[in-house]
């Protein structure tokens, strides 16, 4: 009876799962976009609640609320990112999910809440001697399938339905038939949104909630929608359902196993059928033909302009620009300068170098893959974590820390080219919470091994008998020669074919492909290579922090600042990263008294910087005075 339990209350969480997956599965239908702030979104739903008071009244009022939070945000700055592409909407998504979520924690502190219903959650009916089911969870079912059902009827029998149907099939030829199609896209937003909400009300009722925990929703609404099928509302059902039960089957035979189980049966879907289980396939292009035609002929004319090789044999380009003899003496004097402060500065001094250093070449690795790859990850933690236990595996094994740099790259580069197997039968934004799924799934496995130190971590042995100042020295040593060259590798590999296909992808990837670039090998590689660079700043974490753990090591908090490094400093140049970087350390030291609020101000910063000035600063600049290397 004990599993006949596990699989009802299965199929009742995957209810929960659906509620939240449909708003998700809405935005991408019509507007094609994935919102990263889809799980902050609900929990902050909840924290209003908990605000107002959790009455009746309370409820009413924030998902009308929320409805209009939505046309409005939608009809702000999700279109402005809408009208710049994408890669745009990704990157302001992802910096409203880091803003919501610290302002949450400012405001609420970072203790759990939750809903006091009463008897409504604890009580229950009995179905057969030994099998209860509890009426909250039948509520929040019933509320899944009215919800679904309601959407349905709305997108197939209104008149408001079948316009945003028709927007959603081809904007461009709504948009020559004179639609309002921005004030389509609000309506769907505010739908969206509405739906956000009431799953939001219904997590808050479920179990406790703090201000992290949208990452998770959203992973699991993301889950939902991919097993049950891409563009169904009815497979939004079933892989909510597919999902609970996994859970729960996990969770029977043993507790900490629960959120794993979901995860490998969503990697299984994604492996075997990518589709899902509806068999909805692939979502239909945003492109009318008439915009794809005109987009292969702009990438063409591009691609055209840009130089060519010399030769087949990888020669330098026409027409390159080559760093003058001045420009290479300035970098190599300052390098040197840099090699020698560990001699003239105090070890503080070294240490937040140390930390710059190490930031620099997280997001130089993430600039490369997103700025001119394409490819938007909001998973590149799982290297920064892998990178930090293979340095402890092997010095557990008797290496030394500092030698077990380089292995630990290259075992994460291995790691990479297993993983985009995966991650890259996707795109987009559903690409990019595929690498956030598998990065949780690393931190969970990892957490599994007792010799690892489990949940709490271990320290890295193999140092403690080093002198302190030697140490730091080395330290910042190795710190500051795998910054010099992860930016000094990129921008010589920037300089190859590799940096012709890599602008021709970033510039339509379809319209690449359809001259015969080579879109998957490309991506594959830059991806690995970006695994290098992110690999190698989780090694040096290890080192200059003595330990590893798996919270901290596998945190999204990386991704969020390479991201936000990149976006302000300047997606797609060498020259952005650098920039950014250095305006995040004075921005984090001027505000170290203010908790998160320095995250705060950052994205809001890159949010706006991605819409209104999407080369960065740098690129405002390098406009200016055509002073860009690359």
Known sequence: ??????????????????????????????????????????????????????????????????????????????????????????????????????????VFTADSHSFDTGAFASGSVEIVDGLSVGYLSIAVFVAAVAVLVGLQLFMSRSGTGRLIRAVADDPE?????????RHVFGIAAAIAFATVALAGLAFGMYSSFAPSSGTSRLLFAFEAVVIGGL??????????????????????????YAVIAGHLVFLAVLALRPQGLTGAGAPRAW???????????????????????????????????????TAV??????????????????????????????????????????????????????????GAYFVLMLAQRGADPFAAIPLAVIGCGAVALVFS????????????????????????????????????????????????????????????????LTVGGIFLALRTRLGLALTAIRDDETGARSLGVGVARTQR?????????????????????????????????????????????GLGSVEGPIVGTALYFVLQQALAGYGAWYLIILGLLATGVAIWAPRGLWGLVAHRRAASLT
Do not use: K
């Open 1 to 106: 009876m004990n599993w006949v339990n596990a699989i009802v209350q299965g199929v009742l969480l995957g209810g929960l799962y659906a509620l939240f997956a449909c708003g998700l599965s809405l935005m991408f239908g019509v507007m094609r976009i994935i919102s990263l702030a889809h799980g902050d979104l609900a929990v902050a739903a909840a924290y209003i609640v908990v605000a107002l008071g959790p009455a009746p009244w309370s409820f009413v009022i924030v998902i009308p609320l929320f409805g209009v939070l939505g046309y409005l945000l939608q009809r702000s700055l999700i279109q402005a990112s809408i009208d710049r592409g994408p890669l745009t909407t990704l990157l302001v998504t992802f910096g409203l999910s880091v803003v919501i979520a610290n302002l949450l924690l400012e």
């Open 173 to 181: 030829a709504a948009r020559l038939s004179g639609v309002g199609h």
């Open 231 to 256: 563009g169904s509302l009815w497979g939004t059902l079933l892989g909510g359902v597919v999902l609970g039960l996994s859970q729960a089957i996990g969770a029977q035979i043993n507790l900490s």
């Open 287 to 325: 492109f009318s033909p008439l915009r794809r035609a005109r987009r292969f002929l702009d990438v063409r004319r591009a691609v055209s302009a840009l130089p060519r090789p010399l030769s087949s044999g990888g020669g330098p380009r026409e027409g390159a620009a080559r760093p003058s003899i």
């Open 329 to 386: 003496t300035v970098v190599v004097v300052g390098v040197a300068g840099l090699a020698c402060l560990p001699y003239v500065v105090f070890s503080g001094t070294t240490d937040t170098l140390v930390n710059l250093f190490i930031l620099l070449t997280m997001a130089s690795a993430w600039n490369l893959l997103a700025g001119y790859g394409g490819l938007v990850s909001v998973g590149q933690q799982a290297f920064v974590g892998l």
């Open 421 to 484: 197997w995966l991650v890259f039968r996707l795109r987009g934004g559903y690409f990019a919470i595929a690498t956030w799924v598998v990065a949780d799934v690393c931190q969970l496995v990892i957490s599994r091994f007792p010799a690892l130190g489990g949940g709490t971590g271990a320290s890295v042995p193999g140092l403690a008998g080093i002198d302190p100042a030697l140490l730091g020295a080395m330290t910042y040593w190795a710190a500051l020669a795998v910054a010099v």
């Open 525 to 569: 590689i830059v991806y690995v290579l970006a695994a290098f660079g992110c690999g190698a700043a989780g090694a040096l974490l290890a080192v200059s922090q003595l330990n590893v753990e798996p919270t901290s090591a596998f945190a999204v908090q990386w991704t969020a600042q390479m991201i936000f490094v990149t976006v302000i400093g």
